[in-house]
């Protein structure tokens, strides 16, 4: 049996390492990481904290500079009383964006919270985020019956692509 060869268009020079590194990136997004962050702790604070775990943070390489990132987020917590609140955020590049909001009634009951957001115009990089907490009304607590888990993906842009 033989093999036959076709030749490579001019345009896809891949000893060039700049084009091949450019391609292969390319070709790798979009991608997700997952992340679990499992914890005790309490807020009673009306503005962004850092939530109380070393692993409430997640480290990510962004490929390209014309993605987008989506953060994916669920998790479960109780409030002291009914009608306690609480908000997350993802904490990226000193900027706290709202992902999810979510009110406890009755008290005392462990209930889930869910969001997801886009963050556009952030350039390749390599980047940290942290999950972030505060509360509304009362004081919002998780403990070793709940959990926190985030999903990043670095998406396309353009909806058609």
Not at 75 to 99: H, M, P
């Amino acid at each position: 049996m033989s093999k036959s060869y076709r030749p490579i268009p001019p345009w896809r020079d891949f000893d060039d390492t700049a084009r091949s590194a450019q391609l292969s990136e390319w070709l790798r997004v979009p991608w997700t990481k997952t992340w679990r962050l499992t914890y005790s702790g309490t807020t009673s604070s009306t503005s962004y904290t850092d939530m109380p775990s070393p692993s409430a943070t997640m480290t990510f390489k962004k490929l390209r500079d014309d993605t987008r990132l989506t953060f994916n987020m669920q998790g479960s917590f109780y409030g002291s009383d009914a009608g306690a609140l609480l908000y997350i955020a993802i904490g990226l590049n000193g900027v706290d964006t709202a992902i999810a909001g979510q009110f406890v009634n009755p008290a005392s009951t462990h209930i889930p919270i869910v969001g997801m957001v886009d963050i556009d115009d952030i350039p390749r990089g390599t980047y940290t985020f942290k999950l972030r907490w505060a509360y509304g009304y009362y004081t919002c607590t998780v403990d070793s019956n709940d959990f926190f888990g985030v999903q990043v993906t670095e998406t396309s842009e353009d909806p058609d692509r």
